[in-house]
């Protein structure tokens, strides 16, 4: 017999390890920061008539591409995201672009400001 009863969604169940209570963190504590508008301006220049953005992130850990991620996926932007382990030359700023046709290779060394 099929009912029309509404389920409410469930929240994320906290963890037990060795009799402990594991919280799990809320989901929007888990975004990035957003985009500050100095480099939210230079990627909209950058940018100009591309389809698909492909990051490159120098180093092990893909965080600092979140908050540009975001920002160009609320631009109706595709974008591909991969880890480098260097570039040569050496970046001397903290976003490198390089296009082909509509598709735009940008490059985030992280330890540059």
Sequence with gaps: ??????TEP????????????????????NRP??????????LDTHLRAIDTVRIRVLGNDLSPSASVQDYLLAKGISVEVSLAEQMIPPP??????????????LTIAPDID
């Excluded at 017999?1 to 509404?6: D, G, V």
């Excluded at 390890?17 to 504590?29: I, K, M, N, S, W």
């Excluded at 920061?33 to 230079?42: G, I, Q, W």
């Excluded at 001397?92 to 509509?102: K, L």
């Design 92 to 105: 001397r700023s903290r976003y490198v672009f390089r296009y082909e046709g509509r598709t735009a290779f």
């Design 10 to 29: 469930s929240a994320p169940e906290d963890v037990l390890h060795d009799g402990r209570t594991v919280f799990q963190p809320a989901p929007e504590l």
């Design 33 to 42: 920061a957003p985009l500050d508008a100095t480099a939210a301006s230079l």
């Design 1 to 6: 017999m099929a009912t029309n009863a509404k």
